[in-house]
């Protein structure tokens, strides 16, 4: 997987230049991300958002209509916002339960002016029983987002049979992989693949995928209190 950040068109690097102000600006109100520098920004922020790009590009490939993708427990805003400002074509659905959080990610869409992104302040297990979220997306993201058992229950009642899940974990997901493997049967995937990957200032990460094979059981997602205590070792 490449470093797609480094290969995108003016009009593109402008937006993502707009944005590193708006998140630099607004950081300052509130606490939004620990990593100030520009040029943290774009390589652990952007570059690394958008390290999916290919797979996404495959993905779309094969659909006749624009792919439609949410974003669980998006925090500032990432990699929804960088997704959403490169596939301006997509429908970006962006998850997250901290408000100032979610109210900035309402801020900064405004201001770059992406119609294709929309927030949703919620927490996942709460709203992925209703009809509108219910298997109806195309690809699920997570970023950084709990253990591996817990992110992919949270996200695959929103994906429809055919849809893909990608989280993004360090270098010790292969441990969280194995943890995972039962729950992960049940949820309508038949595995997870490990895909290595490396940007220069950061350590070797990799992105999980899987696509959904079959639907996931109505009684998914339970509560976080209850999944904490199915995982071995805890949130990561």
């Known amino acids: 997987m490449k470093n797609e950040f480094e290969i995108l068109p ?28 520009p040029a943290q920004i774009e390589t652990r922020h952007y570059a690394d958002s958008l390290i999916v790009s290919d ?3 495959d993905y779309e490939a094969n659909l006749k209509v624009a792919p439609n ?27 997250e339960s901290t408000g100032k959080k979610a109210d900035f990610q309402k801020l900064a869409a405004k201001e770059l002016g992406l119609t294709n992104f929309k927030v949703v302040s919620a927490r996942a297990e709460d709203i992925a029983k209703e009809d509108r979220y219910w298997q109806k997306f195309d690809i699920a993201t997570a970023r950084a987002v709990s253990h591996l058992a817990i992110i992919t229950e949270f996200a695959l009642p929103f994906l429809r049979v055919g849809g893909i899940f990608l989280a993004w974990k ?9 943890e995972s493997e039962k729950i992960v049967a049940k949820l309508g995937i038949s595995s997870l693949e490990s895909l290595p990957y490396s940007l220069e ?19 998914y997602p339970r509560a976080f209190g209850i999944l904490k205590k199915t995982v071995p070792a805890g949130p990561k």
């Open 170 to 178: 360090g270098p010790k997901a292969d441990q969280e992989i194995i």
């Open 10 to 37: 003016k009009s593109k690097i402008d937006k993502f230049h707009q944005l590193t102000e708006i998140l630099l600006r607004e950081n300052a109100k509130c606490n939004l991300t620990r990593i100030v520098e």
């Open 55 to 57: 797979i996404l590009r």
């Open 201 to 219: 200032g950061m350590e070797h990460g990799r992105i999980i995928k899987a696509e959904k094979v079959k639907d996931t059981p109505t009684m």
């Open 69 to 95: 993708l949410i974003d669980i427990g998006s925090g500032a805003g990432f990699p929804c916002l960088a997704i959403a400002i490169v596939f301006d074509n997509w429908r970006i659905t962006s998850v």
